[in-house]
């Protein structure tokens, strides 16, 4: 038997994947496939077969008051995956942690207020008894943050960031990186405020500096934001796992975590499980990185000392805002 529309607006096991054309996409979920998703895109793994569509329109109207969201918003490789796992674990049972949904990145090139407060409610459904529903974004999410301030401007959110050297060492690293960074810059172009040829450091500078614009933009709007380097989170996962727990809701003991960050989880690598990875790892690789990658940081620092001015201001605000 088809579910009714009452029992897919309620239910967390339909879950609303994607959107094609006038259809949503709903898939069968439950917490134990939630949890094992590491993504929500593509490389879902639902709780098992009979997807289906139904009009998008039919999943609405969206009710008064949705329960509230939490919300890890970050610029791409840096450390995002390990933190929503980690809540995942400590709030197994309890919170849903819904990592990169497709319907949220959709709407984030094919912008549409009505849908995104109808997906926004959908993805903020809990089972019964079970606390706040987190979400970790990606990259072009934060392109249509205001909207989503707006929706729940008292919403909880971590606004996990690197320092540009830093950012530059993540996203720089590889051919595989590069070609990441070249689509999806090209992608955003305009909201960049991008034409023409740049380089590849010129576009990453380009693009953290435009998300490190957003997310101060975000703060204003949002005030139990809060920032996190990506750096203090790696260097002293215990502390800052702790206070991002606390501010998202997720129940937990400093035991619990202590336990957790000594755990498997912390010594593999957070999209690949089967790959041994830890922080020394990540440290070596960054110290040679720093050396191979010298003169493209600099190519990038002086990019940003010329066209943004305001690039201290917010290095300052995000600064103030500090998670931990």
Not at 310 to 316: G, K
Request: with cysteine; glycine share 6%; net charge negative.
């Amino acid at each position: 038997m088809s579910p009714s529309i009452d029992q897919l607006r309620a239910s967390p096991d339909f879950y609303l994947h994607s959107i094609e054309g006038d259809e949503a996409i709903i898939v069968p979920m439950d917490q134990a496939a939630y949890q094992r998703s590491i993504f929500l895109d593509r490389r879902i793994s639902p709780a098992g077969e009979g997807g289906f569509r139904v009009p998008f329109a039919a999943l609405g109207p969206v009710a008064a008051n949705p329960p509230q969201l939490g919300w890890i918003f970050h610029v791409a490789h840096c450390g995002s995956t390990l933190l929503a796992r980690a809540l995942d674990e400590l709030g197994a049972g309890s919170n849903l942690v819904l990592r990169e949904p497709l319907a949220l990145r959709q709407l984030s090139f094919a912008r549409d207020d009505q849908r995104l407060r109808l997906v926004l409610a959908s993805l903020a459904r809990r089972y019964p008894g079970g606390g706040p529903t987190l979400i970790k974004a990606n990259v072009p999410v934060n392109f249509i943050l205001p909207a989503i301030a707006a929706s729940d401007p008292a919403a909880p959110a971590i606004l996990l960031k690197l320092d540009l050297p830093d950012y530059l060492l993540a996203i720089l690293r590889s051919d595989n990186h590069r070609l990441w960074l070249r689509n999806i810059v090209g992608q955003l172009a305009g909201e960049l405020g991008l034409a023409g040829e740049i380089s590849d450091a010129q576009a990453a500078a380009a693009l953290w500096l435009g998300q490190m614009r957003r997310f101060v933009a975000a703060s204003a709007q949002m005030p139990n934001a809060r920032t996190l380097d990506a750096e203090q989170f790696f260097g002293d996962p215990a502390a800052t796992l702790l206070a991002a727990a606390n501010l998202l809701g997720v129940a937990t003991t400093a035991a619990d975590v202590a336990a957790l960050v000594a755990g498997p989880l912390f010594s593999t690598y957070s999209k690949r499980p089967d790959v041994a990875f830890d922080n020394n790892t990540r440290l070596e690789r960054r110290d040679h990185l720093a050396r191979a990658l010298a003169a493209e940081i600099a190519e990038a620092q002086e990019w940003v000392a010329q066209t943004a001015a305001d690039a201290p201001a917010l290095r300052e605000a995000l600064g103030a805002i500090a998670l931990v």
